[in-house]
T-cell receptor, first 115, second 114 residues
Framework: AQKVTQAQTEISVVEKEDVTLDCVYE???????LFWYKQPPSGELVFLIR??????QNEISGRYSWNFQKSTSSFNFTITASQVVDSAVYFC????????????FGEGTQLTVNP | ETGVTQTPRHLVMGMTNKKSLKCEQH?????MYWYKQSAKKPLELMFV???????ENNSVPSRFSPECPNSSHLFLHLHTLQPEDSALYLC?????????????FGPGTRLLVL
């Protein structure tokens, strides 16, 4: 069975603060893929990153960075110097190679960045 | 148009109505998906199509009827819905239905069933 847990339901920060969104996953497959999506109030899920299970290298893209640790089954997402436009719901998702197209989402973290 | 588009963006219908949601992808992908997002619940996969063929039906009630006439278009026909079917319905597409392929989502249709 596959499962994604985002324990933080809501996070509120002040602009320019750094914030980390946690994601813990469960899978029995050795090959799997992890994703982060952003959902602004408009509703569309915006793809941010994909990671496969064989690539534990951390990634940085501008103010965004991701820390993938297989030892703790975590794939955490950090926003540096947050901005009001970062306010959204962020979803972590898992896809197992043996599950075909099934993408399992966490329940999401509502991030509010206040000016 | 680019990416994945969905129409209408908002829909209000009675329980006896029949309506259809439309999704179109402009990415040249082969797989398309319908998801349901209810308040306080994780996204739920409803249907998967690959090369116009349905490959997955996640135990969705028959009052939801999908149609995929070609790889670029996906419809969700709705009839005799219940108030608990009110949700955001998201369409997505990916290059193929298996493996590492990233799914790209449309803006969704917010459905309210009265």
């Amino acid at each position: 069975a596959q499962k994604v847990t985002q324990a933080q339901t809501e996070i509120s920060v002040v602009e320019k603060e750094d914030v980390t969104l946690d994601c813990v996953y469960e899978t029995r497959d050795t090959t799997y893929y992890l994703f982060w999506y952003k959902q602004p109030p408009s509703g569309e899920l915006v793809f941010l990153i994909r990671r496969n299970s064989f690539d534990e290298q951390n990634e940085i893209s501008g103010r965004y960075s991701w820390n993938f640790q297989k030892s703790t089954s975590s794939f955490n997402f950090t926003i540096t110097a947050s901005q009001v436009v970062d306010s959204a719901v962020y979803f972590c998702a898992l896809r197992q190679e043996t599950s075909g197209s099934r993408l399992t989402f966490g329940e999401g973290t509502q991030l509010t960045v206040n000016p | 148009e680019t990416g994945v588009t969905q129409t209408p963006r908002h829909l209000v219908m009675g329980m006896t109505n029949k309506k259809s949601l439309k999704c179109e992808q402009h990415l040249g992908h082969n797989a398309m998906y319908w998801y349901k997002q209810s308040a306080k619940k994780p996204l739920e996969l409803m249907f998967v199509y690959n090369f116009k063929e349905q490959t997955e039906n996640n135990s969705v009630p028959s009052r939801f009827s999908p149609e995929c006439p070609n790889s670029s278009h996906l419809f969700l026909h709705l009839h005799t819905l219940q108030p608990e079917d009110s949700a955001l319905y998201l369409c997505a597409s990916s290059q193929d239905w298996w493996g590492s392929e990233t799914q790209y989502f449309g803006p969704g249709t917010r459905l309210l069933v009265l």
